[in-house]
């Protein structure tokens, strides 16, 4: 275990059997359609390249590049840095997110896909904080539902640090 990292909450092998049961429920939702992923980077890369693997479908994926969050506090801006290549409009558009927090960011984020006009859109989210959502959101995907802690690893950074880590962990309170 890093030095930093206080508390494993989901190991490698949890998180990959997790997402494995949520690329089979994908698979079957949108049997015989295709499919146009959004990945929500940077945080989404680990989860969006293990689950695809397991998509059995037609699949477009492409990425948006956003910026809601200095640190450790969300500012409740959001900021596209970098936007979409493909139009999204008639299409069947899954947004894939690393977490969700207050939901401030995906609200957003699905109010400004809404407004291109797909034909349906759906939210996966690998981590769901409920305890600290300041905003409703509809999420049809959750890997994994867990506590108001501060997380780390598989995607999730501290300043830029720990993505690589390849398990989901709590940093120590010194730390931050
Ligand atoms: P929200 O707008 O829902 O509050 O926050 C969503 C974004 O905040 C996520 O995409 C993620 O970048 C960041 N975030 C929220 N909670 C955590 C956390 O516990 N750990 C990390 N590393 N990022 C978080």
């Given at each position: 275990m890093h030095k930093d990292i206080k508390e494993i909450l989901f190991s490698k092998e949890v998180i990959s059997k997790r997402v494995n049961e949520l690329a089979r429920m994908i698979s079957l939702d949108y049997k015989n359609k295709n499919l146009f992923m959004v990945g929500v980077l940077k945080g989404c890369f680990m989860f969006i390249s293990d689950l695809v693997k397991n998509v059995k479908l037609n699949l477009n994926i492409d990425f948006m590049m956003i910026s809601s969050y200095d640190g450790k506090q969300s500012s409740g801006v959001v900021r596209i840095l970098l936007d979409l290549k493909q139009s999204i409009e008639g299409k069947d558009v899954l947004i894939v997110e690393d977490i969700v927090d207050t939901g401030l960011t995906i609200n957003y984020l699905v109010k400004n896909m809404k407004a291109r006009k797909p034909a349906s859109l759906e939210v996966c989210t690998?981590?769901?904080?409920?305890?600290?959502?300041k905003v409703r959101v509809k999420l049809k995907y959750v890997g994994f539902d867990i506590p108001n802690k501060f997380v780390v690893g598989y995607g999730l950074d501290y300043k830029e640090y720990?993505?690589?880590?390849?398990y989901i962990g709590v940093l120590k309170d010194e730390v931050i």
């Open positions: 690998l981590l769901n904080k409920p305890s600290c959502r720990y993505r690589n880590l390849p």
